[in-house]
């Protein structure tokens, strides 16, 4: 028995259909409160001239999130002292890091800063200097971290009252 066809009055859903009463909804309320607004995938933003999702420019702007944003977001430059690890595309902005020779310290993570040349005497380099940290130094004959740090993870002295 041959299966019967579609009926020709049944239209396929439109992938982004988006109703004009939806579009001039609040775009910073919440989107779990929202379920049933129409959102526009990350790469994308809500173009309410054209009643639906328009693409970010490669580059220049991007979304990371599904939105209702009424533009891109402004692609991240990168500031002095850092160089970019991967560029800014329509879904993700661009990461930087510091420059070779300088590392971003937790004590101060707003700017890099630059690495020590070497170590103090009777200290030995454990560990050479990376976009995210400083060298490392150890002593040379107990072999513990001058910044106080075990060299084997697990290594605790406990103190008993």
């Known amino acids: 028995m041959p299966v019967p066809a579609l009926s020709p009055w049944v239209k396929p859903a439109s992938a982004m259909s988006v109703r004009k009463d939806e579009i001039h909804q609040q775009s910073s ?13 990350p790469g994308f933003y809500m173009e309410e001239a054209i009643g639906g999702c328009a693409p970010c420019t490669d580059g220049i702007d991007y979304t990371s ?19 970019e690890k991967n560029g800014c595309t329509p879904t993700k902005d661009t990461e ?27 200290k030995v380099m454990v560990m050479k200097c990376t976009p ?8 040379q004959e107990s072999s ?18």
């Open 65 to 83: 999130h599904s939105n209702t944003l009424p533009s891109c977001l402004p692609c991240t430059t990168c500031k002095s002292g850092e160089e």
């Open 144 to 161: 513990t971290l001058t910044h106080g740090e075990a060299p084997v993870p697990g290594e605790l002295a406990t103190m008993s009252q």
């Open 96 to 122: 930087c890091q510091c420059k070779p020779g300088t590392f971003r310290g937790e004590d101060a993570p707003e700017f890099c800063q630059k690495c020590s040349t070497g170590c103090p005497d009777g």
């Open 29 to 41: 309320a919440p989107l779990e409160r929202s379920p049933q607004q129409n959102l526009c995938p």
């Open 132 to 139: 995210w940290s400083n060298i490392k130094c150890v002593d």
